[in-house]
């Protein structure tokens, strides 16, 4: 069993409960396949960076859980043929410092803990650097 | 050319913080090595150490797959996207 990070983005035309109804779904495929859910974080509609099958937004969640290797190609085909998925992608946690960050993010996910944001500040320019010639 | 340089002291703002793993989703981590354009900063530039670096390289890779960060942004859409 290895830990997993499971992000995807639901069309942003989906009802309400259409997107509860997903989600749920997508749980249930986990747990089928043998996964186990630590937790889930509901990040919920944005604006995408840029457009996916003509969207210009979409309603974004995200899986934290175990699950053996061979599991995660199923779950990956059926995101691929699912029309209401716009995108997604798997995160295999591992190293040391990845398994620490991940316990994180499943506590701050669960409520356990608050999300620490400790470098922030506006978008640099570019003008804002001067270059190191001499 | 002795220009005069803003940024004379060059630091790993990371290495301060004592950050040891930059989350793809928290984009206050990484938007001070985006360029306006959100272009990842050499990190001669913005003081990056190299470990700090490839973390904020692969978060920000990460973070264009799945559309939290533009791929390329033209001068129109500079000022129309934000990244909150
Ligand atoms: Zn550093």
Do not use: W
Not at chain 1, 57 to 66: A, C, D, I, L, P
Not at chain 2, 37 to 65: E, F, S, W
Request: with cysteine.
């Amino acid at each position: 069993m290895k830990n997993y990070e499971q992000i995807f983005i639901l069309k942003p035309s989906l009802s309400a409960d259409e997107i509860t109804t997903k989600i749920a779904s997508i749980k249930d495929v986990i747990i089928n396949n043998g996964g186990a859910i630590l937790g889930f974080k509901d990040i919920g509609m944005r604006r995408l960076a840029y457009q996916i099958d003509r969207q210009t937004r979409g309603y974004f969640g995200v899986f934290y859980f175990t699950i053996e290797t061979n599991a995660i190609l199923e779950l990956e085909r059926l995101f691929r043929v699912s029309e209401d998925v716009l995108k997604f992608m798997t995160i295999t946690y591992e190293s040391k410092i990845e398994l620490k960050a991940f316990a994180d993010m499943v506590d701050v996910a669960n409520g356990k803990k608050i999300e620490e944001k400790r470098i922030s500040g506006r978008l640099p320019r570019e003008e804002d650097y001067d270059d190191e010639r001499e | 050319m002795a220009e005069k340089r803003k940024f004379k002291k060059r630091y790993c703002k990371y290495c301060e913080a004592k950050i040891d793993y930059i989350d793809y989703k928290d984009m206050n981590l990484y938007k001070h090595s985006l360029s306006e354009r959100y272009k990842i900063m050499p990190r001669r530039l913005t003081g990056n150490c190299k470990v700090h670096q490839d973390m904020v390289t692969d978060a920000i890779k990460r973070a264009r797959h799945i559309a939290l960060v533009p791929y390329i942004v033209d001068r129109k859409q500079v000022t129309q996207y934000s990244l909150d």
